[in-house]
């Protein structure tokens, strides 16, 4: 069964710092990658996918993530945090199940502060 | 566009009662999907249904029911709310219910307190 890991829940990085924050998955087949965020009191909002190609993947906001198979992860980094980048990340895989919907498996979340 | 829109914004219920959590997507999409948000667990799939006229379990299905409409609506039901019901629900859709690229649009949530 597939499973995403996201080793820290709580992050603390001061603003115009970078930021990386990491994401492990485990799954049978290829990948589908994905990492939403959510500010506080609203939902999710997809920052960027990867589903082949170049492992360096471009998102909004100015986050960016590479997907490393060796390594089973798929990091999120942004190289400089703005204070309202302070939010609840989610690294997702999708997985595909056999005649029915596609769905995505979450991780638990990794919250990012941001002092200034 | 609205996008994905839930109603209610927050509920507090006591044990034994019921409600119904609605949920509308106006952009053409196949699937859906309910998805429940705990602390420390991330999100954990209900229900979803796949096309209009067909949904299926999800994770944690059980003291929920769902039901497509619609192809724009998808409503989440709780019987008899029990305190472990407490938690933030999440409407989703997404426009194909076979392509892993597919992104999922979420809804705002709501809260529910089961008292």
């Known amino acids: 069964a597939q499973s995403v890991t996201q080793p820290d829940i709580h992050i603390t990085v001061s603003e115009g710092a970078s930021l990386e924050l990491r994401c492990n998955y485990s799954y049978g087949a290829t990948p589908y990658l994905f990492w939403y965020v959510q500010s506080p009191g609203q939902g999710l909002q997809l920052l960027l996918k990867?589903?082949?190609?170049?492992?360096l993947v471009q998102g909004i906001k100015g986050f960016e993530a590479e997907f490393k198979r060796s390594q089973s992860s798929f990091n999120l980094r942004k190289p400089s945090v703005h204070w309202s980048d302070a939010a609840e990340y989610f690294c997702?895989?999708?997985?595909?199940?056999?005649?029915?919907?596609?769905?995505?498996?979450f991780g638990t979340g990794t919250r990012l502060q941001v002092t200034l | 566009n609205a996008g994905v829109t839930q109603t209610p914004k927050f509920q507090v219920l006591k044990t034994g009662q019921s409600m119904t959590l609605q949920c509308a997507q106006d952009?053409?999409?196949?699937?859906m999907y309910w998805y429940r948000q705990d602390p420390g667990m991330g999100l954990r799939l209900i229900y979803y249904s796949a096309s209009e006229g067909t949904t299926d379990k999800g994770e944690v299905p059980n003291g929920y029911n769902v039901s497509r409409l619609n192809k724009r609506e998808f409503s989440l039901r709780l019987e008899s709310a029990a305190p472990s019901q407490t938690s933030v629900y999440f409407c989703?859709?997404?426009?194909?219910?076979?392509?892993?690229?597919?992104?999922?649009?979420f809804g705002p949530g709501t809260r529910l307190l089961v008292l």
């Open positions: 990867y589903f082949s190609g170049d492992t």
């Open positions: 997702a895989v999708g997985t595909l199940n056999t005649g029915t919907a596609s769905k995505l498996t």
């Open positions: 989703a859709s997404s426009e194909s219910r076979f392509r892993l690229k597919e992104t999922q649009y």
């Open positions: 952009m053409n999409h196949n699937s």
